[in-house]
C-alpha cells in the first residue's frame, strides 16, 4: 500500500484527494496497470457524487494490462486482461469523451530490457490486437483509435531514438 504514490482504497480516499479540485477543466491520469478500472470507478462515483457529469471529465488511463505481462509486472492472462481493456475502451468511448483510453507504455519495455526493434515491435503488436478486439466488440476504428498513444522511451543515441520515433509514427 502506497508504494508507487497516494494509497486510495475506497472513494472516500478520492473524496480528499480531489476536494475543491475543477473535475471537469483538471486532467486526471491513472499511470497504474492493475488498480486501473477500480480507480478509474472510484473516481467517477466521486465525480458523480459531486455533481460532475461523467462526460465531462478529463484524463487518460495507460490501460496496458495486455502488455504488462512483457514487462515483468503482475498480469492478468493475457486473454482476460485483452477482455478488460476492450470493456474500458467502449465505456470510455461510449460515455466519456474527453478521456484518452489507451497509452500503451513501450517506456517499460525498454527498460525491461528490450531494444528498440523489440520495444517498437511488442508496442505496435499489442495496439494492432487491441483495435481488432474493439472492432470485433462492435466499436467503429474512429470511436477510438484516436484517443490510443504511445509512451516511447528515449535513449542516449539520440538519431536511434529519432529513427525509431519516426518508424513507428510511419508504421502507426
Not at 24 to 49: G, Q, S, W
Not at 108 to 134: M, R
Not at 145 to 152: A, G, M
Request: some cysteine; proline content about 5%.
Amino acid at each position: 500500500v502506497g508504494w508507487w504514490g497516494v494509497s486510495c482504497c475506497k472513494v472516500s480516499d478520492m473524496d480528499i484527494m480531489f476536494h475543491d479540485f475543477p473535475l471537469d477543466k483538471t486532467r486526471f491520469v491513472l499511470i497504474c496497470f492493475e488498480p486501473t478500472m477500480a480507480l478509474l470507478a472510484m473516481y467517477i462515483v466521486h465525480a458523480e457524487r459531486r455533481g460532475v457529469p461523467v462526460n465531462k471529465l478529463l484524463g487518460n488511463t495507460v490501460n496496458g494490462l495486455y502488455l504488462h505481462h512483457t514487462q515483468g509486472g503482475i498480469a492478468f492472462p493475457p486473454k482476460y486482461a485483452l477482455k478488460l481493456m476492450v470493456e474500458h475502451i467502449k465505456y470510455c468511448s461510449r460515455n466519456m469523451p474527453y478521456w484518452n483510453t489507451t497509452n500503451l507504455c513501450a517506456y517499460d519495455i525498454s527498460e525491461a530490457g528490450a531494444n528498440s526493434f523489440q520495444e517498437i515491435g511488442l508496442t505496435l503488436c499489442s495496439h494492432i490486437g487491441i483495435t481488432e478486439a474493439c472492432i470485433e466488440a462492435g466499436l467503429g476504428p474512429d470511436e477510438f483509435i484516436p484517443r490510443f498513444s504511445f509512451q516511447i522511451a528515449s535513449t542516449i543515441d539520440f538519431f536511434e531514438t529519432i529513427a525509431k520515433y519516426r518508424a513507428l509514427r510511419r508504421m502507426w
